[in-house]
């Protein structure tokens, strides 16, 4: 029989097998798709189970249309898979309390594009910003769609905008993304309200860095649509990636790269570059670009 991973915790497995979830285990070996990945069942993947009369056991994994992943460590080449088979990605974003800079906005649409996952911007908490917090989220709402991006204006305490972004889901898959405090789980709760996921007050805790160690969900709405919550996970990383890569996950460099002189060209210092002199015309947004070139040291090292 066939199912879909709903949960994943390393040991055992959370599967929907004919619109019930199910408990199952890893059957010993199995042909794994990612050698340099730590697990190889991920929320999202599409598995063959088999019954022994005892427990349900994962024998085979169906290939995947796409996946996210998170470095296992900043230097090993070793990574962990966050989730399968995405429709879309709903980046959740919150100009205060807590405050998600635009670095955090362009490394994950970059990673993102490099794993062909569509993203839609969900500006939360629009009834809580102060005069600082709305001229960053009025810079982000006219940035994004010049480069091609939805984005919105919402809060996840405002039914009118709640009953909007299920439309925007409909019966997709779509993951949720997004530093801690943000409201991921509002949302949830919000769409789904028997599932009753944890919401944390805002404190300074957000602060902190605090690593913890949560597993991706995947809840199931009404309409067939999946929910995939990413609790404590916001370091989602590009692995694999060749420097002259980079520029390919930013639309607004990716349409213009046939006309740099040079075709591995970096746009950093080259001669003829079209992507620096965009940015010099401001045809470029020079926020974007440099989030793009710490992007590029950081695949380089
Ligand atoms: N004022 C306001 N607070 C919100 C909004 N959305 C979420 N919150 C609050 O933000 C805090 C963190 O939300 P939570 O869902 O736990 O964030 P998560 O870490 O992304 O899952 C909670 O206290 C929520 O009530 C919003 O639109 N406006
Ligand atoms: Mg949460
Ligand atoms: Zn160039």
């Known amino acids: 029989m066939r199912g879909i991973v709903t949960k994943s915790t390393g040991s055992w497995y959370k599967v929907l097998v004919d ?121 982000l709402m006219e940035l994004y769609p010049s480069v091609g991006y939805d984005i919105f204006n919402v809060s996840f305490l405002d039914a009118e905008d709640v009953s909007f972004i299920e439309q925007l889901i409909g019966n997709q898959c779509v993951l949720l993304a997004g530093n801690s405090g943000v409201g991921k789980s509002t949302l949830i709760n919000a769409i789904l309200p028997d599932c009753n996921q944890k919401v944390s007050e805002i404190s300074s805790s957000y602060h902190k860095g605090r690593h913890t160690t949560t597993f991706a969900q995947m809840f199931l709405g009404e309409q067939g649509s999946k929910i995939i919550d990413t609790p404590g996970i916001k370091d989602f990383g590009m692995v694999q990636t060749k420097p002259n890569q980079v520029s390919h996950y930013f639309p607004e460099m990716r349409s213009r790269l046939a006309e740099c002189k040079y075709s591995n060209c970096l746009h950093t210092e080259e001669p003829d570059c079209q992507i620096l002199k965009a940015v010099e015309n401001q045809e470029i947004a020079v926020t974007r670009y440099v989030n793009y070139l710490s992007i590029l040291e950081e695949v380089t090292v």
């Open 19 to 139: 619109g019930k979830e199910v408990d199952a285990r890893l059957r010993g070996k199995i042909r794994t798709l990612n050698l340099k990945s730590t697990n190889p069942v991920v929320v999202g993947d599409t598995v063959i189970l088999d019954n022994d009369g005892e427990e349900y056991l994962i024998k085979e994994i169906e290939e995947r249309q796409n996946c996210i992943v998170r470095k296992s460590n900043k230097l090993s080449k070793q990574f962990q898979i966050i989730a399968a088979n995405i429709d879309r990605a709903f980046l959740i974003v919150s100009p205060a309390k807590p405050h998600t800079p635009q670095g955090f906005i362009d490394r994950f649409l970059a990673t993102a594009e490099a794993y062909h996952i569509p993203v839609t911007i969900l500006l939360n908490k629009k009834d809580l910003d102060s005069k600082k917090a709305l001229l960053h989220r009025n810079h």
